[in-house]
């Protein structure tokens, strides 16, 4: 498969770059960037080429691999898939209902593959911890936390990003917390409860289809010493938490990138598709708007 990477800030060359270049069956095609010599400097690192046209790149290429901000990668996503291009997109996927619903009517329209970078979905041991609970069922309440340091620690590349600072953590981890808890407890069928904490910190209550409830606490303004993500599960089997895994950001990406091929190979939806990403931002949607009243 013939991939071109759309962006160029920290996550393009920390997550996206390395994974594309290194992996066996992909053709890392070239980089396109809002920044031409940041798309340079990085295709150069890659071996591969700087594009200054986006649909150039586009066009010769079989999927995107999209890092940029999630206003920029659903309008740009939405124009790759139109094109027949297969992709694989960052989380959260829009954070407008509408930008959204156009990046999943365009890979339904053209039939191409989706696969969206939630991190934790990707961690093989992360994974399997999921669907053994999802098989399980029983749950009665769970509790999320999404704690990160990037306004609050030492400096992190991520600390400048204009969209984080706008929206905050309900925007950068919480897909990360809901992607751990709608394959286990069902849809949210309610927003029961939104509240602000310190900085940029989010609680929030949801009621699933499944019956039970969840509360999560997300923020990147924490303490460096209380940063830390958990999820903990209770119900009719007891108690569980999810377990850390060993694997590393690579080996997560390259787990996707084989889920993109899987998808485009065989024609069959990944859980983590558009339309799944399109339900979580529906759901902060709804969250956001209860924040705000």
Known sequence: MRIGLLGTGPWARIAHAPALSGHPDLDFVGVWGRRPEAAKELADEHGTRAYDDVDALIADVD???VALPPGVQAELAARAARAGRHLLLDKPLATTVEQGRAVVD???E?????????TTRFFTETQAWIGEQADAGGWFTARAEWLGSVFSGADSPFADSPWRREKGALWDVGPHALSVLLPVLGDVEKVAAAAHGPGDTAHLVLRHAGGASST???????PEEAAGAGVELRGAHGVTSLPESPEDLDTAVRHALDALLAAADTGR?????????LRVTEILVTAEGLLGA
């Open 63 to 65: 999927a995107v691999a």
């Open 106 to 108: 365009a890979t339904r």
């Open 110 to 118: 053209t039939g191409v593959a989706s696969v969206v970078f939630f």
């Open 216 to 222: 999560l606490t997300l923020s990147l303004t924490a």
């Open 269 to 277: 939806a990944h859980p983590c598709d558009a339309a799944f990403a």
